[in-house]
Structures are given as structure tokens and as C-alpha cells.
């Protein structure tokens, strides 16, 4: 299973918009539809890679795909400077009541599944965290590696920044909706995430399975537990097995769906779920 390595670009790729997926200036300006895509990180390398083949196979549409996280994504929905967000959770309350409040319908495509890694440095011993142990990590109650088994050196936990989906779905999903501590490092792409965890022998972060490189290792997830550990995979996220798999989403606003038909009917197409094989997700079916 091929991966999706542009994260190496470091923390900027989620800030940065797609350079491939940008035709040249005069192509654009001779397209017919012009959609722009903002939000999850998480989807972002998914968005990028359809937006590319899209528009090699049809000149007539020209797609922009930035990152930022679903927040960003969302708030751009809102205020209508964005066609399509890209999201790794569902609307929150707040969100659900602005598009409300500006009677505006959205409709929500899942264009995709994710499982949610845990990952670590290679150099730590522990292969595998119950849901508990990972909670007491993130609200700073376990701060040491020789309390789960591993070697006494201090735990440092990456997340990524309150913007992010995928923030929001672990401290739902992992933390029992509980505060990440104080002394978390949030950091602004999942990208960057990856990089920290690989150059600290102490680290733990967590990132989308296609994000998934040598540079660290993933950890075996107990959520009975300790009775049963799956690792995160295609397969598992596919049976349900393991037990922090999500649904990733394209949302956009209903009046807009004409203009961003081609998008979304590419990314449920056969081709644009290949290329959700291809980066490293679960496809529909």
C-alpha cells in the first residue's frame, strides 16, 4: 500500500495550498468551475491527490485544496469563502446553529474511513495503550513511560491544535471527552506531528492512518481493557476492530451543490476510491 509522504514538507503543509493541485494560470482561467477545498489535514492528502487526477482528466474544472484543520475548514463554510470543507468529525453544536442562523443547509458526503493511529517514537519498547492509560497520558495524570511498562524517561505527548477534527475526535473518542493537560504540545499539521514524534526518543502523538511512515510506530489499542489489542490498519478500520476508526467528509453548502458535483461525484467514483486505497484509508466499500 503505497503512502502519502508530502508530510515530510514539514509543518507548513497544512498552512500551504496544493502546488499540483493549482494548474497553470492560463488553464484556470479557461475552466468552467473553479471549486475551492479548505479544512482537515486528516483529508488533506486525499483532497490533493483527486483535485490532481480531476483535473488531468478534465480541463474544465480547476480545484484549489488548502489545510489548515476542519475548524478552519468549517469557519470558511460559514463565512462562504470556501466551496467544499473537509472534515474529519461531524458538525459541533455551535457550527450546526451559525448554519442555522443563516438558514443555510449542508449536506454532508463521507467520502471515505480513517483509523486513528497512536503513534510513537521507534525507539520506545511499549507496543501497545488501553483507552485508559492513553486518557491519563493526554490530562496529565501518567507522565512517565515506566508507568505503562516502558523505560523511566519522561512522556512527551504531541496533539494537534483545538482547530483540528482530529483533536476534537480524540478527545471524544480516547479521552472520554475529558481537557487535554496543559503541557500537551499542540502543533498546527499532522505532518508535523510525525516529524516530533520521529526525532523524540519520548514522544506520542496521533495522526491519520495514511500518514503512517517508518519514522514512528504504532501502538495496539485496548478498549476492554487490556483484554484484546488491535493495531491500527486498512483491514482493522474496514471490520471495525479497531476501535478509533471515523468517517472523513466533504460538507458543503446545498445551494452550492451544482458547482461542486464534479468534485464530490470524483471522490465517489471508482477512481477517486482507488485513490483512497492508494493514500491509505478505507474506501466506501
Avoid: H
Amino acid at each position: 500500500m503505497n503512502k502519502f509522504k508530502l508530510f515530510l514538507i514539514l509543518p507548513l503543509i497544512g498552512m500551504l495550498s496544493c502546488g499540483k493541485a493549482k494548474t497553470e494560470d492560463k488553464a484556470e482561467a479557461n475552466a468552467e468551475v473553479s471549486v475551492t477545498i479548505k479544512g482537515s489535514d486528516t483529508v488533506l492528502p486525499l483532497a490533493q491527490k483527486e483535485a490532481e487526477e480531476l483535473m488531468k482528466n478534465d480541463a474544465n474544472v480547476s480545484v484549489t485544496v488548502v489545510g489548515g484543520g476542519s475548524g478552519v475548514g468549517l469557519t470558511a463554510l460559514i463565512d462562504g469563502t470556501t466551496d467544499i470543507a473537509m472534515a474529519s468529525r461531524d458538525l459541533k453544536t455551535e457550527e450546526k446553529l451559525k448554519f442555522s442562523e443563516s438558514k443555510t443547509e449542508i449536506e454532508e458526503v463521507v467520502i471515505a474511513y480513517d483509523a486513528l493511529a497512536v503513534i510513537v517514537n521507534p525507539a520506545n519498547k511499549v507496543s501497545q495503550l488501553t483507552r485508559e492509560q492513553l486518557e491519563k497520558i493526554y490530562i496529565g495524570e501518567i507522565k512517565n513511560w515506566k508507568e505503562v511498562g516502558g523505560a523511566d524517561e519522561k512522556i512527551v505527548p504531541y496533539s494537534r491544535e483545538s482547530s483540528s477534527g482530529t483533536y476534537e475526535f480524540f478527545k471524544e473518542e480516547v479521552m472520554n471527552k475529558k481537557n487535554y493537560a496543559t503541557s500537551i504540545l499542540s502543533l498546527p499539521a499532522t505532518g508535523a506531528i510525525v516529524q516530533a514524534v520521529g526525532q523524540t526518543k519520548g514522544a506520542i502523538g496521533y495522526v491519520g492512518l495514511a500518514y503512517e511512515t517508518k519514522e514512528v510506530k504504532q501502538l495496539a489499542v485496548s478498549y476492554d481493557q487490556g483484554k484484546n489489542y488491535i493495531a491500527p490498519s486498512v483491514a482493522s478500520a474496514k471490520d471495525k476492530t479497531y476501535p478509533i476508526s471515523r468517517p472523513l467528509f466533504y460538507m458543503f453548502n446545498k445551494t452550492n451543490a451544482a458547482k461542486v458535483k464534479t468534485v464530490v461525484d470524483y471522490a465517489l467514483s471508482p477512481a477517486g476510491q482507488k485513490n483512497v486505497a492508494e493514500i491509505g484509508y478505507v474506501p466506501l466499500d
